[in-house]
């Protein structure tokens, strides 16, 4: 029922759905900057909240009672996500959200044409077209985010790989779902008028645009995945948007278009962070199974190690310390450890930041939130391009957990998959302390010379054990 509820006009509708467009704008916003991503969060689900409320009530297509019902099984299946989810398996799971939003755009849309064709409405071609797209994105969305989440949780072979028979795949499963897209829209008359005989050609864009989202991204690599999952993010806001015309509703076309734009503005960002184009990262490829011939010439009688004694007595002397994380910490659930050294160093009257590279980790602000749950400081957290002019000036800088994004091949040889790369300059520092399990490479696949010049010592093991045993060591020297 599209007209009044209880007496009120259809106005108080729209501008709840205002109510809802700003409340998504705010949080946008505030999800712009760590120190108040938690309240973004706040507001933009309460913005959801208001706009799925409201449509359900005004609508009819629930009773009261059941809505709370289902947000409460909903609500209570997201808080229990968020309690046993690890901080280290978010990018995992931001994947599967990006993937249900398509998925459930891809259903909508469907649903939708259903319930035209059983009522003999006919299918405008407004709704043809948008449904068409809404479908093609939105069952891409789902199954390339399904293994893209299945690529971070290592279910799935994260080395890229790049075939003729697979970018065949890719093309036919588009022709075909542009061909089920092009029957739908042009001759709707095709279709019958029961569920049984529903739009077969929009079913078979589904069927594959599903298969061609799953060979767009199992060929990508893992190094990649920070990329592809800010991209999915945005085809699931498109997929929204477009079923927000489908259903005519304005509030799914602005938090549609809000992430659909943010998602898109992202993977920018991302491919610049990588000095890489978009074509490059879904077509391209980086990484490599076997490692560099030249790993051995660099390494050999090169590499000096280091104990956390050692690495102790440097921290003692240093006014000025540089802690550069990655995802070696994420994986050893380091950072608590990371926080305590911090604090005792801070004690003792050290400055101490931390350098954080925009693709460091499996996604956008990965390192920020891990640190942010060990309560660091986000004012002790910079940028590349703030902490790279610092580091002639640093006495001590811990790398732990990260490779490929303090290799300074990517300023050095050009012919490096990872050349142009904007990388953190800790090589600069009047001592670098690497904490690896070995000196195995990074996702490029390429050796790291930062690991044998002679300002740098190589600190071996587990990064949350070395990082425990070097703050036990600090602690009984004071």
């Not at 959200?97 to 755009?105: E, H, K, L, M, Q």
Request: aromatic letters at 6%; charged letters at 15%.
């Amino acid at each position: 029922m599209a007209g009044v509820i209880g007496g009120l006009p259809d106005a108080v509708l729209q501008f709840a759905y205002l109510i809802a467009g700003i409340l998504f704008i705010q949080g946008l916003r505030d999800m712009t900057h760590p120190r108040t991503a938690t309240r973004g969060n706040g507001i933009s689900s309460l913005g959801m909240f208001v706009a799925v409320a409201v449509t359900v009530l005004w609508f009819e297509i629930l009773s009261p009672l059941v809505l709370a019902a289902a947000l409460l099984v909903g609500g209570g299946i997201g808080a229990w996500l968020a309690v046993r989810v690890e901080t280290t398996e978010m990018p995992q799971l931001v994947g599967l959200f990006n993937g249900f939003g398509g998925g459930a755009s891809a259903l909508v849309a469907g649903a939708e044409l259903v319930d035209l064709t059983a009522s003999g409405g006919g299918l405008p071609v407004g709704v043809t077209v948008t449904a068409a797209i809404a479908g093609l994105i939105g069952s891409v969305t789902f199954w390339g985010s399904l293994v893209a989440a299945g690529k971070l949780h290592g279910l799935v072979g994260d080395s890229p790989v790049s075939t003729n028979a697979g970018h065949g795949i890719k093309v036919v499963t588009l022709l075909l779902a542009l061909a089920g897209g092009g029957t739908l829209v042009v001759q709707p008359g095709l279709v019958g008028g029961g569920l049984a005989e529903i739009v077969p050609s929009y079913w078979v864009l589904v069927v594959a645009a599903s298969v061609l989202g799953v060979f767009l991204v199992v060929p990508i690599g893992g190094a990649d995945m920070p990329v592809v999952i800010a991209l999915l993010n945005s085809y699931s806001g498109l997929a929204a948007a477009t079923t927000g015309f489908v259903l005519d509703n304005t509030v799914l076309i602005v938090a549609g278009t809000l992430v659909g734009a943010s998602g898109l503005i992202l993977t920018v960002i991302m491919c610049e962070s990588m000095n890489r184009s978009l074509v490059n990262v879904l077509f391209g490829g980086l990484g490599s199974d076997e490692e560099s011939e030249d790993m051995a010439d660099i390494y050999e009688g090169n590499i000096s190690e280091t104990s956390a004694e050692e690495v102790e007595m440097l921290l003692d002397v240093a006014d000025r310390v540089v802690i550069v994380p990655g995802y070696g910490m994420a994986v050893a659930q380091a950072q608590h450890a990371v926080a305590e050294l911090v604090e005792l160093l801070e004690e003792d009257g050290v400055d101490v930041e931390f350098g954080i590279h925009p693709v460091a980790g499996r996604m956008p602000g990965h390192m920020n939130a891990l640190l942010a749950e060990a309560d660091v400081p986000y004012d002790k957290m910079r940028e590349l391009e703030e902490v790279n002019p610092t580091f002639s000036q640093t006495d001590v800088v811990i790398v732990t957990g990260a490779n490929d994004v303090v290799n300074p091949m990517a300023n050095t040889d050009d012919s490096s998959p990872i050349a142009g790369m904007p990388v953190l300059n800790v090589g600069e520092a009047r001592s670098v302390i690497v904490n690896k399990r070995s000196l195995s490479p990074g996702f490029s696949g390429i050796p790291n010379p930062l690991f044998a010049q002679d300002n740098t010592s190589m600190f071996f093991g587990d990064a949350k054990a070395s990082m425990q045993e070097l703050v036990n060591v600090y602690k009984e020297s004071r």
